[in-house]
C-alpha cells in the first residue's frame, strides 16, 4: 500500500512539473505575443511621425494614397494580431488552472503518506508499549514467585 502511494506521489510530481513547463511556456508565448503588438505599435507610431515630416515638406496625392495604404496595412495588421490575445490569456489561464490541480494532486499525496506514516509510528509505540507492559508483567510475577 506504501509503495503505491509513494508512486502516485511520484506521479503527481511529476505531472507537477509538466504542468508548470507548461505554464511557462504559455507565459512565455504571451510575453512574446504583448512583444510583437507593442513592437507593431511602435513601428506605426514612428512611420505616422515619418509622415507628418514628409508631410511637411509636401507630398503628391499618389505619395499620399500609398503612404496612407501602408498605415491603413499596419492598422489591420495589429487588429488581426490584438484578436489572436484570448487565445495566449485562456491558454495562460488553463495552464495555470492544471497546475493548481497537479500541485492539489501532489499534496494529497504527501498529506495521505504522513497520515499512514503517522498511524504506523503509533501502531508501533502501542505495540512496543503492550510488549513493555507484557515484559513488566512477566518479571513482576517471577518475583513474587520467589
Same mark, same amino acid.
Given at each position: ?16 512539473? #509538466?504542468?508548470?513547463?507548461? @505554464?511557462? &511556456? ?6 512574446? !505575443?504583448? +512583444? =510583437? %503588438?507593442?513592437?507593431? *505599435? ?30 491603413? #496595412?499596419?492598422?489591420?495588421? @495589429?487588429? &488581426? ?6 487565445? !495566449?490569456? +485562456? =491558454? %495562460?489561464?488553463?495552464? *495555470? ?50
Amino acid at each position: 500500500m506504501d509503495n503505491a502511494f509513494e508512486f502516485l506521489l511520484e506521479q503527481a510530481k511529476d505531472n507537477e512539473q #509538466q504542468a508548470i513547463s507548461a @505554464l511557462t &511556456k504559455a507565459q512565455g508565448e504571451l510575453d512574446e !505575443f504583448y +512583444q =510583437q %503588438v507593442k513592437q507593431i *505599435e511602435q513601428y506605426r507610431l514612428d512611420y505616422c511621425n515619418q509622415l507628418v515630416e514628409r508631410g511637411k515638406s509636401g507630398l503628391s496625392a499618389s505619395e499620399y494614397g500609398h503612404l496612407n495604404r501602408f498605415l491603413t #496595412q499596419l492598422d489591420e495588421t @495589429l487588429s &488581426k494580431q490584438k484578436t489572436a490575445e484570448p487565445h !495566449f490569456t +485562456q =491558454q %495562460v489561464s488553463d495552464c *495555470e488552472e492544471a497546475w493548481h490541480n497537479a500541485r492539489k494532486q501532489r499534496r494529497s499525496y504527501e498529506w495521505m503518506i504522513e497520515k499512514k506514516a503517522k498511524e504506523a509510528a503509533m501502531k508501533a509505540e502501542k505495540l512496543e508499549q503492550k510488549q513493555m507492559d507484557e515484559f513488566s508483567n512477566l518479571l513482576f510475577s517471577r518475583r513474587t514467585r520467589r
